[in-house]
């Protein structure tokens, strides 16, 4: 299977993320959890060729040099994503995270609604803190947050 199709899967599926590791399927996060899809085992050939196919000659030698590497890529007119690509003990591996296209609002993202309050101040410093995955980006993207102040993800 290639890549793409993988990454429309990801989509169809409404996952968060797609996980590729030598040695088990592809996995899926959703809502959160992780799924298997019912597909054969990576293996460290078609794992490489996967990752490979979506890098460059400049990104493939800094993978090579530096065993990681993160990065964007976008599915022509379909979706972009976050990806790192690493280097583990049985090969290689990637995650790559869906990029939301449409900024959601306010009540879309479940935030108290004193965050509103914030676009309201004249001065000020909001800090968007936490582990990956807990939805700074997604609060980020809040749209009248993000289009009235600068924000710094921590």
């Known amino acids: 299977m290639e890549i793409k199709e993988l990454l429309i899967i990801t989509m169809e599926k409404d996952a968060s993320d797609l996980h590729l590791n030598v040695g088990v399927p592809p996995v899926l996060r959703i809502n959160g959890k992780l799924e298997k899809l019912n597909l054969p085992e990576l293996t460290p050939q078609n794992t490489h060729e996967m990752i490979y196919s979506i890098l460059n000659e400049r990104r493939k030698a800094d993978f090579e040099k530096y065993g990681e590497l993160d990065l964007s890529y976008e599915l022509a007119n379909v979706a972009r994503f976050r990806i790192n690509v690493f280097k583990h003990r049985r090969g290689e591996g990637a995650a790559f995270r869906l990029i939301p296209e449409k900024i959601k609002s306010l009540s879309e993202l479940n935030l108290p609604s004193i965050i509103s309050s914030f676009t309201e101040k004249e001065k000020g410093f909001v ?22 102040l600068s924000l710094i993800m921590l």
């Open 127 to 148: 800090l968007v803190t936490g582990p990956t995955g807990c939805g700074k980006s997604n609060s980020r993207s809040f749209s009248y947050l993000s289009f009235c």
